[in-house]
Structures are given as structure tokens and as C-alpha cells.
């Protein structure tokens, strides 16, 4: 039986060979436990998320539902790859909710951080549960813990399960494959599981999305206007071979506007804000070194494509004394 204490010799997965071996064990692992049982998993898109749903479906196929609700605040992109490449090329089950009006809606007029967060993090459970409920013979919850989720929850950082607070009535037993795996060796095991680079790379994102990244009350004209910005930001560094080299890299936009000037008239926007940090564990974070070049062609990029931005700004703060994220 598989404990949540890594064993001190277990050899870190740093090749292709190592990451196969391992999933051949998980894979018979699952099996055993699963049985002939379903298995609901909310997928995000996330990198963890992601590497247990290829597993789970190398294991047990579609035995697994993956349920990927859209709150409204997912990059650009991001929702329409889950469903191309789980829905389409891994012909996994998959229910998708675009639960986008639900979100905004329930956020309309809050700006308080905290506030924001607990109404996301609420609703996501929510509409979570609402699909379960819906479905039959369900016994298993996976879910895509990782090593450094079990160290963190023992030293009371945070919620060992990523999947917390699931309303009363609802039990199920757990598969967490990648329990025992530090984010780098996630990594390795979803390549050789055959998942996209860009989709094992990612980048971190915090749960509440763009919702903390559209500072203050969320309007779905500034929300739309972040989102066509960031994905500028993430075309022109993984263009100029950044995308590989900064650990994280996204635009805030704050909820004021400035005075400028477009097609020879006044012209009230929002500024976007450039924020771009490496670390190696996210308690301390160092700014990246941007070409000036480069954040010319990314400002002008952004004030004549985007809608709604006037002007562009670029965040020098470490951690400490700033945070990673704004809110």
C-alpha cells in the first residue's frame, strides 16, 4: 500500500526510461485499486492535473471522467487545449462547463482579494459537486497532489487535497499517482506520457486564474483586455526564447485608466503591467532581465492590438518585498 512518505531511496525520474518504469507501476497500481470502478477528476489544464488524467486514462480509460469547468478566467487558449487534447486526441470522457456567467456574475462589484478568491474557490466546488451528483457508480476522486503538497500540509501551509470542501453526502476514495513526485519529475512522466510540451511546461497559475490578475472588481471588458494581453506576453517571450528561462511571466491590469492619446484623439485606458520573476521555490523570487528591444515590440504590440490599454508598465519588484502575484 502506497504511504505519502517518499521513500529515501527512491531514484529521482530524470529520464525518459525512468518516467516509463514508473508509470508501468502506477498504471498496474491504479488497476488494482480501481477495479472495473469510475474515477471523477476535475481537471484544470493544470500540469498536475494533466499528467494524472493521461495516466489515468493509459490505466483505465475511459473508466476515468475528467470534468474541466471553465470559470470565465482561464488564459486564452487554455480551456480549448484541455478539450483537443483530451476530449479529441486522448478520446478521454470528458465534461465540459462553461460555467463563465455563473463566475462572473457571483464576482460582479467584489474587490476585496480574499473575497474573490473564497467566491471562486466556492463556486468552483460547487459546479464541481453539481456534475457529480449527476453521475452513478462513482467511487474514486483523483486528484493531483504532488510531494511538495504532503511536506506543505505537514508543516500547515496549506490543504493537503487539491480538491477540499466537497459538500457532505459526498465520499469517495482517493488515486493520487504522482503523490510522491516533486513538480520537475511531473514533468518528465507527462512527456513520456506523450502530452504537449507547452501543456507539461506551463507555467504556474494560481487556482483563482486571471481573477487575480484583474486587480480589483472584475468587469468583463478589463478581463477580456488582460487576457488578449497576456497572450502577447507569452507569443513574443516564447518567440525570443524566454519562455524556457523565466520561470513566471504575466500582465496585471489595475482598475484605473489613464489619460492618452489614439488616432489623434483623447483616449482613457487601462495600463498593463509586466511582471516576469525566476525562482527556484517561490519564497523568494529575482526579476528577469528583458530586452529593451523586446519590450518595445511587446508594448507596442499591446497598446495597438488590445482594446482598452493604453499604456504598458513593467514591474522591477523582488520577492521580498513584493509578492509574485498582486493580489
Known amino acids: 500500500m502506497q504511504t505519502d512518505v517518499r521513500p529515501e531511496n527512491m531514484v529521482r525520474i530524470t529520464t525518459k526510461e525512468l518516467a516509463n518504469a514508473f508509470i508501468d507501476e502506477q498504471v498496474k497500481r491504479i488497476q488494482e485499486q480501481v477495479g472495473d470502478k469510475k474515477v471523477l477528476l476535475a481537471l484544470s ?19 476515468l471522467i475528467c470534468v474541466h469547468v471553465n470559470h470565465g478566467l482561464m488564459r486564452k487558449g487554455e480551456s480549448e487545449q484541455v478539450i483537443e487534447v483530451f476530449g479529441k486526441k ?126 480589483g472588481a472584475i468587469t468583463r471588458d478589463r478581463l477580456h483586455a488582460l487576457r488578449e494581453a497576456d497572450a502577447i506576453l507569452r507569443e513574443e517571450f516564447a518567440n525570443n526564447g524566454l519562455a524556457g528561462k523565466v520561470w513566471q511571466y504575466f500582465i496585471a491590469v489595475p482598475d484605473f485608466k489613464s489619460v492618452g492619446v489614439r488616432d489623434g484623439k483623447r483616449y482613457e485606458g487601462w495600463p498593463a503591467i509586466i511582471r516576469a520573476v525566476n525562482t527556484t521555490d517561490a519564497m523568494t523570487a529575482t526579476i528577469e532581465e528583458i530586452p529593451y528591444a523586446l519590450l518595445h515590440r511587446i508594448t507596442d504590440r499591446i497598446t495597438h492590438e488590445v482594446e482598452g490599454i493604453n499604456r504598458v508598465c513593467l514591474d522591477l519588484t523582488p520577492k521580498p518585498i513584493g509578492t509574485i502575484e498582486w493580489e
Open 45 to 63: 489544464g493544470g500540469v498536475d492535473s494533466s499528467v494524472v488524467a493521461a495516466l489515468l486514462i493509459k490505466a483505465i480509460g475511459r473508466q
Open 90 to 215: 486522448l478520446d478521454a470522457h470528458l465534461i465540459y462547463i462553461d460555467a463563465t456567467d455563473r463566475f462572473l456574475d457571483k464576482l460582479a462589484g467584489v474587490a476585496e482579494p480574499e473575497k474573490k478568491r473564497k467566491i471562486i474557490g466556492g463556486e468552483f466546488i460547487e459546479v464541481f459537486a453539481e456534475e457529480a451528483e449527476k453521475l452513478e457508480d462513482v467511487e474514486f476522486l483523483a486528484q493531483g497532489t504532488i510531494y511538495p503538497d504532503i511536506l506543505e500540509s505537514k508543516d500547515g501551509v496549506k490543504a493537503h487535497h487539491n480538491v477540499g470542501g466537497l459538500p457532505n453526502g459526498m465520499t469517495f476514495q482517493l488515486v493520487e499517482p504522482v503523490m510522491l513526485l516533486y513538480k520537475d519529475e511531473v514533468r518528465v512522466v507527462g512527456e513520456a506520457l506523450g502530452l504537449p510540451h507547452e501543456m507539461v511546461y506551463r507555467q504556474p497559475f494560481p487556482g483563482p486564474g486571471l481573477g487575480v490578475r484583474c486587480l
